[in-house]
């Protein structure tokens, strides 16, 4: 058995796209999943299942997602390996305030050669780090007045999923239990 969080993204944000934590981990278990716990009202999704490639999973559920509630949200999924090196990759040393940290997650790791010029970057107090299997944003002023925030999501566009450092934290703490 492989451990997998499915990190949704733009749900139960406002009035749109809307889905009960209770909903979320019935669909998981529908499509074949065991032990499904979920953190938060934000769309994480820790569970077990046969090994997979993590692509594969996130498209099963991204289908189920759209066929229970009617709506696409993208989902990444990662396996605890993987979650382990987004920890361990973590360098922004100086970002000592969890909530301002944020985690960009993709599905292909590729995708963040895009984004490894902005690293290179002077943000002022902010800034951006890229590991294999994520990228970091450091906004000490919050992330709705984050310029270096913005290029990076503007740079990924609707293929990445973000999680404050608390919130990634809790997901490895689910995973490891």
């Given amino acids: 058995m492989t451990t997998f969080v499915a990190l949704l993204r733009g ?12 909903d979320l981990r019935s669909l998981v278990e ?7 716990r979920t953190l938060l009202n934000s769309g994480n999704v820790v ?22 509630v ?10 605890a390996t993987a979650i382990d090196t987004v ?11 969890p909530s301002r940290l944020l985690v960009a997650f ?18 002022n107090a ?3 780090a890229v590991g294999t299997r994520a990228a970091y944003v450091w906004s000490p002023a919050g992330v709705l007045d984050s310029v270096a925030f913005e290029a990076l999501a503007r740079a990924l566009g609707t293929q990445v999923t973000t999680r404050n450092w608390a919130t990634v934290q809790k ?7």
């Fill in 30 to 36: 529908e499509a074949g999943f065991t032990r499904v």
């Fill in 106 to 123: 993709v599905q292909d790791p590729a995708t963040l050669e895009t984004v490894r010029p902005l690293a290179a970057r002077d943000w």
């Fill in 87 to 97: 920890v361990m990759e973590h360098t922004l040393t100086h970002a000592d305030n």
């Fill in 70 to 79: 009617g709506f696409f949200s993208h989902v990444v999924v990662l396996d």
């Fill in 47 to 68: 569970f077990a299942g046969a090994s997979a490639a993590p692509e594969k999973v996130a498209a099963r559920l991204e289908k189920a997602i759209e066929a229970r």
């Fill in 171 to 177: 997901i490895r703490a689910m995973m490891q239990a």
């Fill in 11 to 22: 749900i139960n944000v406002g009035k749109a796209k809307r889905i009960a934590m209770a």
């Fill in 126 to 128: 902010e800034a951006i």
